[in-house]
């Protein structure tokens, strides 16, 4: 595996995984991908036993990892694309209008009624599927695959398809498509704080529920991501942060450094309860991380933000419309000190538009329940050059498709 090459690792025990005692090492050096586990390139988990083999390597860390999950979350937002599916046939006529010739996105918009929102989430899907692609000039066109949802095609799938057309969340989601959102929203939008909008993040029992569903998820990806953020003393700003996990997971492995939880006050309650529950936990170091926390309640579209020395922007851009994520950038990069770092860690289209279908179906379900979608690395470094930071190209994939990557302030 490691074909004798003198390499430096750190190792990661992985605590009970899925009935494997396992190992995480991660190298300075990219290695083969697929030998256990969907890992970065860099990254590769082996039995114990292997482990020991090789002690020769420096051993320089201590993590907890799992396998990734990636197949249930997957499963999890393939209902929002199929719904995308359905509609785009009968709902929204994406093909019937496709078949007349190809069509710029603008004119494909403005045919179909579509605003820049569900546009951005219709159309990467249905090039995920297969089922449209961009010709050389841009346009959009209908592939080969996609041919047999058109009336032009004699033996077609439209009728079949078409057993599904009057599924309640097909009918709601051609309804959101048409709308760019629900049509009604009396108690907010959920993961979204807004002005004097009604905020499900402010009602003690929802923000509640919401935070706790997050924590599962937390869990699995904070070690990862704290293992990737910069290893430093200094001030982990942990913005929009939930259930406060990743701050925390990093707090562990920088046992110099201190981190501000920020969100609004009912979630922070719950988050409070998640680091009394990780200081009694027997991990080294644990029990020495509340000192080393500081819980601010706020909005963070309008009050100020702490300085900090790292911003971490975690599941939080994909919550918000393109110019709110313009807004936001400018404000973490305003909190960043000078040679600070401001880390994304989303889940990211490919800057082609064109999927990953993971992340497009994940895009579709953000679409359905907050103000956002799933953007691409592109999106993301323009909005964090506008806002004065450095974009560094690497991007590092954690698990359930999420990546990260980070910009510099100068
Ligand atoms: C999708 S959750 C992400 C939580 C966490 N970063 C994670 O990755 O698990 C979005 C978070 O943004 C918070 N939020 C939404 N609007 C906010 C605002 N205006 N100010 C502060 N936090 C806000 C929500 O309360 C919620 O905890």
Not at 40 to 60: D, L, M
Not at 210 to 226: E, N, Y
Not at 300 to 316: C, G, R
Not at 327 to 356: K, M
């Amino acid at each position: 595996m490691l074909t004798g090459q003198k390499v430096k690792v750190e190792i990661a025990p992985v605590r009970q995984g899925i009935g494997l005692q396992s190992i995480a090492l991660f190298v300075k050096t990219p290695v083969p991908s697929g030998l256990f586990f969907t890992q970065p390139a860099n990254c590769f988990i082996v039995p114990e036993s292997s482990v020991r083999e090789r002690a020769g390597y420096t051993i320089t860390k201590s993590m907890t990892t799992h396998p990734d999950l990636a197949p249930i979350t997957r499963q999890l937002r393939a209902m929002y694309g199929s719904r995308l599916l359905v509609a785009a046939v009968h709902h929204i006529p994406v093909f019937d209008t496709l078949s007349n010739g190809p069509l710029s996105i603008r004119q494909l918009q403005d045919q179909l009624q579509l605003g820049e929102r569900p546009a951005s989430v219709l159309f990467p899907a249905l090039c995920a599927m297969n089922l449209l692609a961009y010709a050389p000039d841009g346009k959009l066109y209908i592939t080969e695959l996609g041919q047999y949802l058109t009336q032009h095609r004699a033996t077609n799938l439209r009728g079949y398809v078409g057993l599904e057309k009057d599924d309640a969340g097909v009918v709601e989601m051609a309804a959101r498509l048409r709308n760019d959102g629900p049509l009604d929203t009396p108690d907010g939008i959920s993961f979204v704080k807004e002005g004097d909008e009604p905020s499900p993040m402010d009602d003690p029992l929802l923000s509640r529920q919401f935070t706790m569903g997050l924590a599962g998820r937390a869990r699995q990806l904070a070690p990862l991501v704290a293992a990737r953020l910069p290893r430093r003393a200094g001030h982990l700003l942990d913005v929009a942060a939930g259930t406060g996990l990743y701050a925390y997971e990093w707090l562990l492995v920088n046992p110099a450094a201190t981190a501000t939880i920020l969100d609004r006050p009912a979630v922070l309650a719950v988050a409070e309860e998640l680091l009394d529950e990780f200081s009694r936990s027997d991990r080294p170091g644990a029990e020495q991380i509340r000192e080393r926390v500081t819980f601010r309640a706020g909005d963070m579209l309008t009050d100020a933000l702490p300085e900090a020395d790292i911003l971490l922007a975690a599941s939080l851009f994909h919550d918000w419309p393109t110019p709110t994520c313009q807004c936001l950038a400018n404000r973490f990069a305003t909190a960043l000190r000078p040679g600070g770092e401001l880390w994304v860690h989303d889940a990211f289209l490919n800057d082609t538009l064109d999927g990953p279908l993971a992340v497009t179906d994940y895009s579709a379900a953000l679409f359905w329940g907050t103000k956002g979608r799933c953007y691409s690395r592109a999106e993301y470094r323009s909005w964090l050059v506008q806002a004065g930071l450095e974009p560094v190209a690497e991007t590092w994939p954690t698990q359930l498709d999420y990546s990260l990557i980070y910009a510099r302030k100068r």
